[in-house]
Structure formats: C-alpha cells, structure tokens
C-alpha cells in the first residue's frame, strides 16, 4: 500500500466512532446550553448607580419661568444666563437649578409666579377672621379651602363679625392695584349705625376732615335709597374696613353692620352667605383693567 493509500486510510473514521463523536459533541452542546440556562450565561451587567431622588417640592428654574407665563423654557435659559433672574435675593446663572414654589423667583427684578392667576370671590359670613394664620379660630380660608390648589390670599380684610365680598387671589400684580394709596380699588360697604346719621355728619364725611392729625376721605357717602337714615352706603379705596370705626367713632355713631356689597365691577349677585365663586374671564379682564 502507498503512502498516499496509507494517509487516505488514517483520515477515515469508522461509524462507530463517527456516532461516539457525535454523541459526543451532541452532549456537549447540550451540557453547554443547560449551563447556559441555568446561571444565565449572558454578559453580568454592572449595577447602574441608583439616581438621587427627587424632590416632588422643587421644579427646574426655566419651568418655573415658564409656567409663569413670562417665556419659553428655551428663552427662559438664555435669560437666566445672562443674569436676569434671581432666587430669594441671589442672582442664579446655573443652568437646571431647582427652585422650591415658596422662593422668592424674579425676572428683570418682577416677581413672579408659576401658578395659573386665580381670583376667587366670597361672600363672607360672620365669625370668621380674615388671616392666612393658624390658630385663629374659624378664618376665611377655611371657607375657600375647596376652592382651588393655589396659594390664594385675601386682599385686604373684613372684621370677623363683618360681612360681604372678599377677593382672594395669588396674582401679586392685583395685589398691588388693591392695595396701592393712590389707585387703588373702589369697594362699596353698607353700614348700620346704631341711629340715625345726621345730615351735616354726611356732609362732613362727604368733604373729608381730620382724626387725630390724619385725613380721613371717602370716595362717595350717601344714605341708602328706601331705607332709613341710620343705613349709609360709603365707598372707599383703603383695603381695610378699619376707617369706617375710625370715621364713626370720631362722629360718636356705633356701627351695628358692616357688609361689602361690591368691590370694583364685582357684586354679590349669585353668591349666597358663605359661598364662592371663581371670575369669569370677563370678569378677570375688567379686574385687569381697573
């Protein structure tokens, strides 16, 4: 036999040992693929490290801006990097700095705020107190506390055994309009007296006069059509019903009633004692336009 023949013939592998290979390399493969299957042969991957939690009470600064209705959030980044806002007093260039809805944010020295406008209107009962404080008792907050989720105050106050109309809101701008000296926002009270008011103490209320040093004026003062005189309507701008004791005390009438039937445009119409409603839109815009 050839070499050649010779090396032909150990290249051949007999049936039997072509099935034992097969075998074989067939339980191999299997043991390979339980292996597989029972410790997950698949790459370990590495624990990705877990991300610091957020806080639900906080917001991006350029959101913040946003909501507030004064930009974009794109714009409200360039702004911020140029140095136009602030953080309670700081001026923040950081980009995502986050931001808590009590800070004290402004925009070009404004400050603003994320929330949507709202204005609600109650018309307020006795016994209750005009504050945002704990611990007074029964408050006027408590009378709008289903009212929205905003932040709303009430501008200006009632006595707490006053009664009538109390604008609440979370827009500063009205805020400010309300409580300015010299605009300000006209509100139209009802006052009993304990008798009736002499007609040269409505003159002198009509022209202004002085307690203690200080000017006492009224916007108009009149008695009040079909009832009897001891019933005044008196329309001021002060946010507070304080100067109408002030006037009635100077003139030694006791006050029985107060109650605020208008402020501005805004009347009690379809708004029982005790009850709230929010502005309409035209409602809303007029407010703006006063």
Known sequence: MSRHQGSKGKGKVSGREGASSGRNSNRTNADSQKKSHARGNAPIKKKAPSKKASNPDEIRLNKYIANSGICSRREADENITIGLVSVNGEVVTEM?????????????????????????????????????????????????????NAKIKPIGRLGRNSTGLLLFTNDDKITQKFTNSTQGVVRLFQVDLDKNLKFE???????????????????????????????????????????????????????????????????????PRGHWKHLTKQEENTLNML
């Open 96 to 148: 995502g700095y986050k931001v808590k809805l009590s800070d004290d944010v402004r925009f070009d020295g404004r400050r603003i705020n994320p929330e949507p406008k709202v204005y609600v209107l109650l018309n307020k009962p006795k016994g209750f107190a005009t504050t945002t404080a704990e611990g007074k008792g029964r408050t006027v907050m408590d009378l709008v506390a289903n009212a929205t």
């Open 201 to 271: 103490d409505l003159k002198k209320i009509q022209e202004g006069f002085k307690v203690d040093g200080k000017s006492v004026e009224v916007e108009e003062a009149s008695y009040i059509e079909g009832e009897s005189k001891n019933k005044v309507g008196i329309k001021i701008k002060n946010t507070g019903n304080s100067i109408l004791r002030t006037i009635f005390d100077d003139l030694k009438y006791d006050i029985v009633r107060i109650d605020c039937v208008a402020i501005g445009h805004l009347t009690k119409k379809d708004i």
